[in-house]
């Protein structure tokens, strides 16, 4: 949805490095989630926003964390990557007059090698 | 472990069919119940939501809950080629900021036969 927008959408880095992945959103909504995809998992929550510095962790929150110093962005870093971090990363939001329902971003595929 | 379950399929029907898609959880105070599409590399897709027990109708997709059941479905009517692609439910946590957060399941693979 164009409300929504990740970066970079595709991603090869080596073991042990750094990572952030970006979530942006257009429309000043206080709810902001990642989640990761993986086969045979299906979608599992990372961390969530329900607000500017204002985050929880999710699932499967290890090896992971975030930041949101502005409503319209949260990142999502993973401290030093490995190879059980390749997956694919959705960030999802709320999007015009929703209530509960969440619209996704386009996605990030993360390869760790 | 609050948990949603899926028949993980294929599940196929012939074009022009009635696809019925399954989904149970264990979460009893669960309030809201999603159907997204997911299209093979392509991101999760909303089709429908819904809150209350009964039927929710928007065009050819019928999405059907039964909380005492703890059940909810999804009817797709004259199912076209285009409708396969994975079907993900999902359900919200308990009240209060948990309403917030979805549980998803594994999905079900949907193809449809022309």
């Known amino acids: 949805d164009a409300g929504i927008t990740q970066s970079p959408r595709h991603k090869v880095t080596e073991t042990g490095t750094p990572v952030t992945l970006r979530c942006h959103q257009t429309e000043n909504h206080r709810y902001m989630y990642w989640y990761r995809q993986d086969p045979g998992h299906g979608l599992r929550l990372i961390h969530y926003?329900?607000?500017?510095?204002?985050?929880d962790k999710g699932e499967v929150s290890d090896g992971y964390s975030v930041s949101r110093s502005k409503t319209e962005d949260f990142l999502l870093t993973l401290e030093s990557a490995t190879s059980s971090q390749t997956s694919v990363y959705f960030c999802a939001t709320k999007l015009g007059q929703a209530q509960y329902e969440q619209y996704f971003g386009p996605g990030t595929r993360l390869t760790v090698t | 472990q609050k948990e949603v379950e899926q028949n993980s399929g294929p599940l196929s029907v012939p074009e022009g069919a009635i696809a019925s898609l399954n989904c149970t959880y264990s979460?009893?105070?669960?309030?809201?119940f999603f159907w997204y599409r997911q299209y093979s590399g392509k991101s999760p897709e909303l089709i429908m939501f819904i809150y209350s027990n009964g039927d929710k109708e928007d065009g050819r997709f019928t999405a059907q809950l039964n909380k005492a059941s703890q059940y909810v479905s999804l009817l797709i009517r004259d199912s076209q080629p285009s409708d396969s692609a994975t079907y993900l439910c999902?359900?919200?946590?308990?009240?209060?900021?948990?309403?917030?957060?979805?549980?998803f399941g594994k999905g079900t693979k949907l193809s449809v036969i022309p």
């Open positions: 979460d009893r105070g669960s309030q809201s």
């Open positions: 999902a359900v919200n946590r308990d009240s209060g900021a948990g309403s917030y957060q979805l549980t």
């Open positions: 926003s329900y607000g500017v510095k204002d985050t």
